[in-house]
């Protein structure tokens, strides 16, 4: 009996675990300002190691490699100076067994 209940035990930390890792998203990075005119948005799909999921270091990482990828789309669509405002991020499938597929979108603004 004491082997099933380290068991059962087990499989409801596995299920916690993946729960949480698959359905990690962030709060809003690079807040809108009031002052600010958005002059569109921009989507970008990257991916990471999956393991930057479970901790804060690894979503500050996230949070910053998903403001790069998005500027760099910005760049793409939209002349001048511009910067992204407003930075949400989810993710996706998993690609392997070590990374995961991110999503993020943000606004773009002109930048002074």
Sequence with gaps: MKIGKIIVFTLVTLLIFVISVSC?????YMALSNDEVVIGTVKAIFAVRSTALISNNGKDAINTQAYIRLLEAANREYP???DIRDVFWESGRSIDNENTEISAIGKVIQAN
């Design 24 to 28: 990690a998203s962030s709060g809003q």
């Design 80 to 82: 001048g100076y511009i």
